[in-house]
């Protein structure tokens, strides 16, 4: 017997793992100063592993160097290299490529647990802001100088979470900074 009934679900589809990226920076956009972070705040160094171990993560050939050789790769993540003058030899244990779209569409690919992370540098936080989904930012209550600024957020991002432990208040690092978790979704297409 034949049904009369029209089914109006469609094919589930698999969702695009969302684009992350993650960041700390001080309250003027300072991220960093020559290559490396111009702040002591272990805290938030065990928030981006807490973060990003399981999911690839993709970085600058900068970002890359900046770890040093004893923690290359980031364990229990595929480490992916964006660069066109680092040598694959030099960057054992991490996929290198040299154009941006091929490197987060292998990301993409290779998510296998909904996300990918964008972690730096600067060149890559601009360039990837529009495809991103969404955003880890630790703000951080420290005056220092610095080199290198966060990207501005504009009206498609929102603040959805402060840190939910302590929403309207501080933590202080063992280091001495106050800083916070933040974390901010896009409200609108890219157009």
Not at 37 to 58: A, C, N, S
Not at 75 to 91: G, T
Request: glycine fraction near 8%.
């Amino acid at each position: 017997m034949q049904s009369d009934h029209i089914s109006t679900e469609t094919p589930s589809t698999p969702q695009r793992p969302r684009i992350g990226m993650i960041w700390a920076q001080t309250s003027t956009g300072i991220i960093g100063d020559q290559g490396g972070m111009p702040w002591d705040v272990p805290e938030d160094l065990k928030h981006f592993q807490r973060v990003t171990t399981g999911h690839p993560v993709v970085m600058g050939r900068r970002t890359w160097e900046s770890f040093p050789e004893k923690f290359r790769p980031l364990p229990n993540r595929d480490n992916i290299v964006v660069s066109s003058s680092l040598d694959p030899d030099e960057a054992s244990g991490a996929s290198v490529f040299t154009d941006l779209d091929a490197a987060l569409d292998a990301a993409i690919e290779r998510a296998e647990n909904g996300e990918v992370w964008i972690i730096g540098g600067a060149t890559l936080y601009v360039a990837l802001l529009h495809r991103a989904d969404l955003i880890q930012r630790s703000l951080l209550r420290v005056n220092v100088g610095g080199d290198t600024k966060a990207p501005e957020l504009d009206e498609a991002w929102h603040l959805t979470q402060a840190d939910p432990e302590n929403p309207e208040q501080w933590h202080r690092s063992r280091s001495g900074v106050d800083y916070r978790f933040e974390l901010w979704e896009r409200t609108t297409a890219d157009g």
